[in-house]
């Protein structure tokens, strides 16, 4: 199981741009075996809410909110799962996780949570007006 670590949260005003970091731990089949990874982000009481999500093959998927905004990218080498996201919104202001789970995403269209079972600790992410 991957363990996970978070890093680039911060504050910005509306309109300007943050990229988000996961650094994934040390695994010997990383290159070789599939993994279904992905940004989710939610506010307290809330349900997670999926961001970006990259699959083994690099297929992606976006909330439709973020099209356009958002980049999810995986660099094996360097073992690190980014968010890059432009135009920021207040809407956006949240806890950014990333999750991991071995195998590849079980749905095309959809974010499930639930099929995650290995997260990060969360950064925050505050977009000022």
């Known amino acids: 199981q991957m363990q996970l670590v978070e890093s680039g949260g911060g504050s910005v005003q509306a309109g300007g741009s943050l990229t988000l970091y996961c650094l994934f731990s040390?695994?010997?089949?990383?290159?070789?075996?599939?993994?279904?990874m992905a940004w989710f982000r939610r506010a307290p009481g809330e349900e997670p809410a999926g961001v970006a999500r990259?699959?083994?093959?690099?297929?992606?998927l976006y909330r439709d909110s973020a099209k356009g905004r958002f980049t999810i990218s995986k660099d094996n080498a360097k073992k690190t799962l980014s968010l890059q996201m432009n135009n920021l919104r207040p809407e956006d202001s949240a806890m950014y996780y990333c999750a991991a789970e071995r195998g590849w995403c079980s749905s095309a269209t959809h974010f499930i949570d639930t099929d995650f079972h290995t997260w990060g600790q969360g950064t925050q992410v505050t977009v000022s007006s």
């Open positions: 990259i699959d083994h093959d690099d297929t992606t």
């Open positions: 040390e695994h010997a089949y990383v290159p070789y075996v599939p993994y279904c």
